[in-house]
């Protein structure tokens, strides 16, 4: 049974600074890994998504790596930002599937 | 870009009634709908894929007689909640798969149902 897990829980930094955020699977058999981003009491946005044949994908101040073998993603944000401050989540879709199992979520706080 | 709306966004209803909320994708046909659920600070958990024209397949440990699922149409996917309780108050989030996306396509999500049962 697929879990993922993501690490920290929750994390307050200063704005400007580069930050990382990770996400751990425990069967290495993805279709892909998409990142999203939920403020608070809103729906989802999706942000990256690697297939599982890539090992990383870019968006803006976004860099999502993924490997695979090891059951890891990171999410990079480069010169975070006030705005930047919401939960982000990634998900795993599993091979033979539609279905998601998303991860237990980091809490974002960029403070000004 | 694809879009999926939710309908409504947000119900309070007292406890033992139903309720219903809607997932539509406006600018797309979706043969499969996901319904999952959110509490509060916790992640999204997948509840039941629905398909549609046929029987919705439910996660284990969702009871099917509490969460009724019908997707009637290629764009759109109604979830039940019967006999709502307070435990049950949860937000509920849909997503959408194109039909003409092919494999390789995502889900589009909608915006959640906050449901609060008094």
């Known amino acids: 049974k697929q879990e993922v897990t993501q690490i920290p829980a929750a994390l307050s930094v200063p704005e400007g600074e580069n930050l990382v955020l990770n996400c751990s699977f425990t069967?290495?058999?993805?279709?892909?890994l998409q990142w999203f981003r939920q403020d608070p009491g809103k729906g989802l946005t999706s942000l990256l998504l690697i297939q599982s044949s890539q090992r990383e994908q870019t968006s803006g101040r976004l860099n999502a790596s993924l490997d695979k073998s090891s059951g890891r993603s990171t999410l990079y944000i480069a010169a975070s930002q006030p705005g930047d401050s919401a939960t982000y989540l990634c998900?795993?879709?599993?091979?033979?599937?539609?279905?998601?199992?998303f991860g237990t979520g980091t809490r974002l706080k960029v403070l000004a | 870009g694809a879009v999926v709306s939710q309908h409504p966004s947000w119900v309070i209803c007292k406890s033992g009634t139903s309720v219903k909320i809607e997932c539509r994708s406006l600018d797309f046909q979706a043969t499969t709908m996901f319904w999952y659920r959110q509490f509060p600070k916790q992640s999204l958990m997948l509840m039941a894929t629905?398909?549609?024209?046929?029987?919705?397949?439910?996660e284990q440990g969702v009871e099917k007689d509490k969460f009724l699922i019908n997707h009637a149409s290629l764009t759109l996917s109604t979830l039940t909640v019967t006999s709502a309780h307070p435990e049950d108050s949860s937000f509920y989030i849909c997503?959408?798969?194109?039909?003409?996306?092919?494999?390789?396509?995502?889900?589009?999500f909608g915006p959640g149902t906050r449901l609060t049962v008094t």
């Open positions: 069967d290495s058999a993805i279709y892909n």
């Open positions: 997503s959408a798969r194109d039909l003409l996306a092919g494999d390789s396509h995502e889900q589009y």
């Open positions: 998900a795993v879709r599993g091979l033979g599937t539609y279905k998601y199992i």
């Open positions: 629905s398909n549609e024209g046929s029987k919705a397949t439910y």
